[in-house]
């Protein structure tokens, strides 16, 4: 049975928000585009909301180590996706940097929620920060220049700093350390995944 403490429903809100998000950003009207914004930074607010919660008050579930994580890359590789059809990433490098994250933290929440011991670095947080630094960037500097007047007055600044070899370089930055991360991450947990493995083709052999 799904718990429906308050960190569950955060993660929750937080899926739900991410639709929302992209249908405000490819809106027509520059103010529900700004919205985008608030509805993004609201559903990353719940990631850390949760988090608190769940250790304060020690509403920790199973579904919550699986869903919880998970969410997290919902969000952002909807962000990155959006920005490929609008023409501000390439799309081979948001499939590198979303295959990357779904799939490890497939493995990461099918380890914890088989209670195994799970291997995370630094670099991994790292990483995290450096996504949402950048979906940050680029969702400011691209609501600026989609709002009437506010991109004029300041053109030389806004498309020095969208410009699109910059993008392009800051997104390879991010897609490098994305793939890097991945691979330490399978080295370092190998073990656990070969038990997940074994575990699975047990379960397999007994049906």
Known sequence: MISISL??????LRILLTP?????LFSQDHRLRQ??????TVASMTDWYDGWVARKWGYISRWGKFFDPLADKVLTSAAFFAFAVLGLAQ???VWIIVIRDILITLLRSLAEYKD???VTTYFAKVKTFAQMTLIYYILILHLAKTTP???SDHQVLFDML?????VYILMLII???TLWTGITYIIDNRKTILNLYVSRSRITESD
């Not at 929302?20 to 405000?24: D, G, I, K, M």
């Not at 919205?35 to 993004?40: D, E, I, K, R």
């Open 7 to 12: 960190p569950n429903q955060l993660t929750l």
């Open 20 to 24: 929302v998000f992209v249908s405000l």
């Open 35 to 40: 919205l985008a914004f608030v509805a993004f």
């Open 91 to 93: 799309y081979w490098m």
């Open 116 to 118: 195994q011991t799970v």
């Open 149 to 151: 007047g506010f991109w």
């Open 162 to 166: 969208l410009n699109p070899t910059l």
């Open 175 to 177: 897609t490098i350390i």
